[in-house]
């Protein structure tokens, strides 16, 4: 997927009707009049992501209130788990709505979310983005675990 940025300018009922033949395309409007409509939620999920059945959690996910995942990664590794970055576009104002509500389904199936919201901060560099975010977050993990 390209982002792409569109300014509109003109006269109130032609944007009206540039509005809503985007809307008939499916083009997320995210701003509108310096309104935001939208915005992206980023978590990572750690775990048996794939055999905890991914695609119950994608459709949990898609059926919260005015949210839907847009990017999906997937990063397999040994022991048959998985690192899973999810972006998630949401209705402006129900960010920490939904991250609670993927915190509960991801508590469910035992899995470990990580979220833009928590202390950790994973910097996008490239393609192998999931690849080095999911090596530092297991790092993290053990550290963890032997400080427990």
Do not use: C, P, W
């Amino acid at each position: 997927m390209i982002s792409v940025q569109i300014t509109l300018e003109g006269e109130q009922d032609h944007l009206i009707q540039a509005i809503d033949k985007l809307n008939n395309m499916k083009v997320t409007i995210l701003e509108m009049n310096d309104v935001i409509l939208k915005e992206k939620l980023r978590t990572i999920i750690i775990g048996h992501v794939i055999y905890s059945d991914v695609q119950n959690t994608i459709d949990r996910i898609n059926k919260l209130e005015g949210a839907y995942i847009i990017n999906l990664e997937v990063k397999l590794s040994d022991e048959n788990k998985s690192s899973t970055m999810i972006v998630i576009e949401a209705d402006f104002g129900m960010k920490n709505i939904n991250y609670n509500k993927i915190q509960e389904i991801t508590n469910e199936k035992g899995l470990l979310m990580i979220n833009e919201a928590d202390d950790v901060t994973v910097v996008r560099k490239g393609a192998g983005s999931l690849e080095t975010a999911s090596a530092i977050l297991t790092d993290l993990i053990n550290i963890a675990k032997l400080k427990n």
